[in-house]
Each structure stands twice: as C-alpha cells, then as structure tokens.
C-alpha cells in the first residue's frame, strides 16, 4: 500500500435531485469494488434528521428499523452495507443530527469549551469530523465509506457537508474523493436524456465547496456517449468519472455495472491506493444462481406495512439470498393483514409458503393469527418473525389448548389468558427509544431440531427487537399439546423458536433472522422455508 496506516482515505457520497435514487445501493456497490481490491472498507451513514436512532420511526415514513448485533437501531442502509460487504456494524457507523448535537450540548454542560459561544461552525462541524475520524481508527480502516443522507440544498444536511468540506481541506485531495449521485430523467417523446437537474445539483454542491470526483447519473437507461461529455463539460469531472446507473434487474448486478465503466480503477487512481488482490468470483457465482433458478414458488407474506415494501427490505433481500442458494426464484405475494380480517384465508390459496413477519400496534393482528392458523391446518410451509412468533403461540393457545381468550397483553391488557406478556424487565420502562430487548443475543437450540439442522449447531447467535415474550406459565400446556419450543435464551428464561410437532415445516423465532442474512450466507430459517416451499 502506499498510504501509511495513519492517513485514512475518504469517500463521501452525496446525493441531489431527489431522494430514492438508491444512494445507499451505490455506496454499497463501491465498499464492494473497493473490498474486492484487497482494501478494509468502513461504511458510515449520516442521517440528518434529529431523531438520536431510527428507533421510535414508523415503518410508513421511514423503512425498516434495521437492528445491529449491538443492539443500535439504524437505518435501513446499514442492512445494504452489512449485506453487500458481508461486515457487522455498530452503532458508531450511523451518525445522526441528535448524536452529534446531545455530544455538543453535554461537552458544553460539562464546561469543555471553556466558556466559548458554542456554534455550528467550529463546533458541530467538529464533532461530525471527530465522529468520522473515530469510526474510521477504530476499525483501522484503508477507506471510510460515507453516505450522507437526504439531497443537497437540505437545510438539516448543511453541517454534514460544511463538515466533509473542512474534512478535504484539512487532509488533502489525494485522501479524499467525492461522489455524487444525481437524475438523468428521459423526456418527451423524442426519448431524450435532460441533463438539467444534474447541473442545477453539481451547481448547489459547488456553492458549498465540494467540486465532486464521480457523477453517479441515475436513469432508466445507460447514458449516451455525448450525454457523458456534456455533463463532464458541465460539471467539471472528468470523463471516465461520470458513471452510468441504469436501472438493474437486480441490486446485486450494480457493482459489476460500476466495475464495468471502469470505476474501480477511477477510484484507486484518484485516492492513490494500489489494489492488494482481486476477487469478486463468488459474488458472480452468487448472481448466476440468482438469475438461473430451477423453479419458482409463492411465499404469502402477512404484514400490516406491505404498501411500503421498504418496511421489509430484510425480508425480501433474505429471500434472495435463500432463492439463490436453492436456486429457487422466490415470487412473493404480499397480503395486507388487515385484508385477511375482511375478505379471510382465500388470500392465501395458491402460496407455497407463508411468512407472517415483525410488526407492532394491534391493528390487523386477528389477520395475521388467522394466517399462523391457515398454515397449521393446510400443512403450507410457515414462518414466522418476532410478532409472527408470538402469534403462532396464541393462534395454537385458542384452537388447540381451547383458551378462547388467549392473546399477547399488548393487545388485551385485560386478557384472562396472556400467553404472551411484558417482559419483567420492561414493567418499569417509561420511554420509548432503544428501551426494547435489543441486538444479538445467544440461543441454545435442541440438538433433535430442524432448526438444529438448518443451522448445523446447537448455539446460535441472533439480533433481537421487542418488549414482550412467550409467558413461561403457558409452556407446558402448550408442549404437551405439540407445540415446541426448541430454541431458549441462554439461561432457559426465554422461548426463542418454536416448531410444530408432525407439520411439514412450521417454524418460527422470536429473533429476527433476515438482519443477519447475506448473499453468501442466507438466513438458515429462510433458506429452510423456499426449500420446504419447493418440495
């Protein structure tokens, strides 16, 4: 390498135009290339808004709330970045507007700026470059990977690019690139592409002090040569650094498409790195199973956020992995809960499999047991995830047990049956954020399991997110009955899976699976569910 350890590179992506251009796939898509080089890759998000975590959104307005091994909840483009560059993240790699202001507002409480007037320049700017700096040495990382939220022009993201601008200058430019993700929209009939919004956006960039390296145009289609040069001649940036991002048939295709224009090299000329090896072999073996399967199958899956497919991001990535791996093509049908309540279970005729996922509130919660029932009886492949989990307890607790009341005390206080209840823990807990049972903990799973077998060990390791849990009290009633719980907390307090005794596959955690999925290494449960669906 010709960098010393103590001069860490940077990559700063950017985006402008409008959100969802898939800023997060693109940063994604380079940690790849560059990890393919040999080079030890630190992604980071920003996220402008003042929430300290993405713990107390709605799915509705935000996505998924992807939960780390340490239990941080974040944004759902830490899920891309864990996936794509097959790494398990912190909490330190999401960095928030509240972080960084509740840093500075304790630092001034204690009195650490002396009495100066504390301000967003130097001092708010200063805690996002430290906060930068930190993550980046801690992992000795070659190349911190920065994606900073919303578009350019944001007033809330102004800090951020104040902070990265400051950054280029203090470190200099061979250490420091910048790309930004932009628009190429086609209009009219002609079919022609507008360069427009990419220079209004590099034009606003510029107006802060960031000339960017690369130009990631988002469009239907690749740009056209002439398209190219006109936006080079533009913006500023060098041919080969303007890059193409036509829309793929699959997320996993893009850094093969970035690699192919010749990004790769782009980067490491600008950065001055010199690549230690080459391998991106098994993420080309990954795609071709992806896109060759030998049979498709219909898996149901029964959520309450399905108008929003963000609010399952981790669910439909870990079907690809699982597709890919049994070379299955996972079609999935997506069946509002609430719908199950009025039109009932002829939803699900024709599904091969049904997933009832994670989910919180009491609205369609009848739609969802009535699908853990429909599986059960209709001997249809099942699995289900956290609420899903505890869903199938209280599905079997009144059909097979009889205990017509039974329910989760989430959603009847007052239940005479609460087969599933607050954890002790929770009883006392007044606020809302980070206050759930949260991040990867240990199970101990029965030997004679198919959950065992799906994961070929008897310890595993799975993140978690929730406040309410099978009550201990209910257990025996319901084993004996041939319910069983194979998978517990490492002390034996918790139920952690269950699997119904003579059913063909029907099984379901408290933990959820599809955040530690990856390409390579597909959620046992999932990959167990496509493979019993295609059977």
Known sequence: MEHSRDCVKYVIVTGGVLSGLGKGIST??????????????????????????????????????????????????????????????????????????????EKERRGDYLGRTVQIIPHVTDEIKTQLQAVGEKERADIVLVEVGGTVGDIEGMPFLEAV??????????????????????MGAVGEQKTKPTQQSVRELRSMGIQPNVIIARGEHSLEPDIKKKIAFFTDVPVEGIISAPDASTIYDVPLL???????EYILKTLRLKPKDEDMQEWKAFLENLKNPDKEVTIALVGKYTHLKDSYISHIEAFHHAGAAARVHVKLKWVESVDLEKHGTKLLEGADGILVPGGFGD?????????????????????????????????????????????????????????????PEQRSVKG???????????????????????????????????????????IPKLEDAGLRY?????????????????????????????????????????LGLVRAAAR
């Open 258 to 264: 970035f690699d192919g224009q010749g990004l790769t």
């Open 363 to 423: 609205r369609g919660i009848e739609g969802k047991i009535a699908a853990t029932r429909y599986a059960a009886e209709h001997d249809v492949p099942f699995q289900g995830v956290c609420l899903g989990f505890q869903l199938a307890t209280v599905g079997f607790a009144r059909d097979v047990l009889g205990l017509k009341g039974a329910n989760s005390s989430e959603f009847d206080p007052k239940t005479p049956q609460p087969v599933v209840d607050l954890l």
């Open 28 to 105: 994604s898509s380079i940690g790849v290339l560059l990890k393919s080089k040999g080079l030890k890759v630190c992604p980071v998000k920003i996220d402008p808004y003042l929430n300290v975590d993405a713990g107390t959104m709605n799915p509705y307005q935000h996505g998924e709330v992807f939960v780390l091994d340490d239990g941080s909840e974040v944004d759902l483009d830490l899920g891309n970045y864990e996936r794509f560059l097959d790494v398990n993240l912190t909490g330190d790699h999401n960095i928030t507007t509240g972080k960084v202001y509740r840093a500075v507002i």
């Open 165 to 186: 601008r400051q950054l280029a200058q203090e470190i200099g430019k061979d250490n420091l690139l910048f790309v930004h993700t932009t628009l190429v929209p086609i």
């Open 432 to 474: 809302m954020g980070a206050t759930m049972r949260l991040g990867a903990h240990e199970i101990d799973v029965d030997p004679n399991s198919t959950t065992a077998k799906l994961y070929g060990a008897t310890t595993i390791y799975e993140r978690h997110r929730h406040r309410y849990e099978i009550n201990p009290a209910y």
């Open 486 to 526: 194979v998978g517990r907390s490492d002390d034996g307090r918790r139920m952690e899976v269950l699997e119904l005794k003579g059913h063909p596959y029907f099984v379901a955690s408290q933990f959820h699976p599809e955040l530690r999925s990856r390409p390579l290494r597909p959620s046992p449960i999932h």
